[in-house]
């Protein structure tokens, strides 16, 4: 049966923090691939600025592409509305019923897994896999199985604030992603 993993997120922008995570679940869990999915909208963040769903498609299609263990996944974007992994989830396992999936999430995501919608029959359909990250407890009364990875302070925010203020973005993110987000002007970039 194929293992792939799935690292669902809004992407606004993608990071080398991302193809952390990714790399250290694919390795330590000998997955097949991993698949970056960006969501339609977030159930759990506001629209923070400009970024359309063709940006972030775009931004995390350029941040994989020199991996071939790394694939996107585009269904919640097709789907549109808001993304809940549980509709999620149901759809690809309806598409490929001879898939293990394992949906990866850090620490601050393990935290709030008690909130997320229809979370009792979500855990019976799919494996958690979680990564701690910095200044969270990365805690679940739910089965998350725990991936041993290097915990880097690094988000989408921290990088849309660097962008704005005009600061460096050196190994923080790809040239090729940090050359498509000033073409385009994003998060205030010159």
Known sequence: MKKVGILGGTFNP?????????????????????????????????????????????????????????????????????????????????????VQFYFIIGGDMIDSLHSWYKIDELVNIVQFVGLKRPGTEAKSPYNVMMVEAPEIDLSSTFIRERFAMG???RFLIPDELEAYIRKEGLYGAK
């Open 14 to 98: 993608p990071h080398i923090g991302h193809l952390i995570m990714a790399n250290e679940v694919l390795h330590a869990l000998q997955l097949d691939e991993v698949r970056f999915m960006p969501n339609a909208i977030a159930p759990h963040k506001k629209k923070e600025d400009e970024s359309t769903n063709e940006n972030r498609l775009r931004m995390v299609e350029l941040l994989v592409a020199p991996y071939e263990e790394f694939t996107v996944e585009t269904i919640e974007l097709e789907r549109g509305g808001v993304s809940y992994t549980y509709d999620t989830m149901v759809a690809l396992r309806e598409r490929e019923p001879n």
């Open 167 to 169: 600061g460096t973005l």
